[in-house]
């Protein structure tokens, strides 16, 4: 029994040191070495050009079962669920209710017919609430083989379930631990790299080589969430002395932006994992954490911002004003923070291709760890990144006027809607500075039609007595 379960164990022994050692080369010579140079093979291009043939052929395949059925394939409202009239002010509303009749009043007062106004776009945010929309998984035209994006298409035939069936060994079977052991070797060396350039006296040197590290290390964690990243004008490039913001769809935003260029982060220090790469990274490079007591001190965390931005040796800042992670369909309210800083903005626009997996992050629904999980066991992240020219505040300009006018360029070209709403409706409720607001506009309108009243009495009276 011995003598013959040895040989056994030696062909196994065997087998499992040559698989690893084909696994390690083929991580070193295919992806590692590239990521250290910069350089691709045009593998992941090639890729998701066939990702994007199979989806084709999956859709045509649906199709047809639904013309068999004579049924019609699920389309997602583009437009919203409700086909809303072009925007008018809501004193030309009111007027159109209530009538030439009730323009001959000499003080304010409220009629019935204002109820229908306040009750029709009452309706219309419950019904096509545009906020809860950017909290949610961003509806797909075409199925993409996801059993995760599959609850609003039917008639998968026994080809598409086969052809899905080997996609989960793919991307499960190769895909996911390939990215796994590229995820841990690019932490594993950002952590000891970092610690090590971190002890260099020369600060010139440390600088340099803190650079190579984090574009290096950051080119790994692109390749193990088989990024397909396209950046576009280049020469508007975030430079040193200045703050880059970006709209926020996931934690990957950073390293999608670090991919191309070097930043100071800046955020709350945390513990365990994060919190070890954090200290590793501030080592060597100068980024800007918080302990949890400073994080609501403005004028310390403007201060903090202020003294950075002044050395034009530092890193550009990395900043992300919604606050809150948004579905990549809009551009939520920029807080005014760092806008107040007296330095240049450059705007980035990030947008994300959904057909390969869905990139935004639902912190209320998903952990970290299962995040990473789905992103992991997707088949791509593919996005766009434009450099917009760099924006100033200009005079008379205060900081939120500022915020709103980088918030309008860069969904203007990432092909966002630009909504006025706070992220943070996202776990509070509603402000009541909103619900105010709204009362000082309707309180408006009733001065502006008794005014017109009294102007078209007047008028009235004059062509009388003439």
């Known amino acids: 029994m011995t003598w013959s379960t040895f040989p056994v164990d030696n062909l196994l022994c065997r087998c499992l040191g ?62 919203g669920i409700i086909a809303k009239e072009p925007p008018s002010s809501l004193q030309q509303e009111m007027q159109e209710l209530r009538g030439s009749a009730g323009c001959l009043r000499s003080e304010p007062e409220f009629e019935m017919a204002d109820i229908f106004y306040f009750c029709r776009r009452g309706v219309e945010s419950i019904v096509d609430d545009e906020v809860t929309k950017c909290f949610s998984a961003q509806e797909l035209e075409s199925w993409n083989l996801l059993t995760r994006s599959n609850y609003n298409f039917r008639h998968i035939s026994l080809r598409v379930t086969v052809l899905w069936g080997f996609g989960v060994l793919v991307r499960y079977g190769v895909l996911l631990p390939l990215r796994v052991t590229l995820a841990v070797t690019g932490i594993s060396l950002l952590l000891v790299l970092t610690t090590l350039v971190g002890f260099l006296p020369n600060r010139e040197l440390r600088s ?43 934690p990957i935003d950073v390293i999608i932006l670090a991919n191309d260029g070097c930043y100071s982060l800046v955020g709350q220090a945390h513990g365990g994992l994060m919190g070890m790469i954090q200290r590793a990274m501030v080592k060597s490079s100068p980024h800007i954490w918080f302990e949890r007591s400073e994080v609501k ?170």
């Not at 050692?21 to 070495?33: G, N, P, Q, S």
């Not at 593998?43 to 994007?52: E, I, K, Q």
């Not at 990243?229 to 430079?239: A, G, L, M, S, V």
Request: aromatic share 12%; with cysteine; proline share 3%.
């Open 208 to 250: 340099f080589l803190s650079e190579k590290v984090h574009l290096m290390c950051y080119r790994i964690c692109v390749r193990a969430l088989t990024a397909i990243i396209t950046y576009h004008n280049r020469e508007n490039k975030p430079q040193n002395g200045g703050i880059c913001v970006a709209n926020h769809t996931t």
């Open 297 to 466: 001190d403005r004028h310390l965390v403007a201060k903090r911002l202020g003294d950075h931005v002044a050395d034009k040796t530092k890193q550009p800042i990395l900043i992300f004003p919604e606050g809150t992670c948004i579905n990549n369909t809009s551009v939520m309210m920029f807080k005014k923070g760092s806008f107040e800083i007296a330095c240049t903005v450059y705007p980035v626009a990030i947008k994300y291709d959904p057909r390969f997996g869905d990139a935004f992050w639902n912190s209320s629904k998903f952990g970290m760890v299962n995040y990473l999980l789905r992103m992991m066991s997707s088949w791509a992240i593919v996005c766009s990144v434009w450099y917009l020219p760099p924006m100033n505040r200009e005079e008379g300009e205060d900081a939120v006027q500022f915020a709103n006018r980088v918030k309008a360029a860069i969904a203007a070209q990432g092909g966002l809607v630009d909504l006025i709403w706070d992220g943070g409706l996202k776990r509070t409720k509603v402000k009541d500075a909103f619900k105010e607001e709204q009362q000082k506009l309707y309180s408006q309108v009733l001065t502006l039609h008794v005014s017109s009243a009294l102007i078209f009495a007047g008028e009235i009276k004059h062509q009388t007595l003439c």
């Open 18 to 79: 040559i698989s690893i050692t084909v696994w390690w080369t083929f991580l070193f010579v295919f992806i590692i070495i590239p990521a250290v140079f910069g350089v691709s093979f045009g593998m992941r291009r090639f890729y998701m050009r066939t990702l994007l043939k199979i989806f084709e052929w999956a859709m045509l395949r649906m199709e047809m079962g639904a013309k068999e059925k004579n049924q019609e394939l699920y389309k997602p409202y583009s437009n």
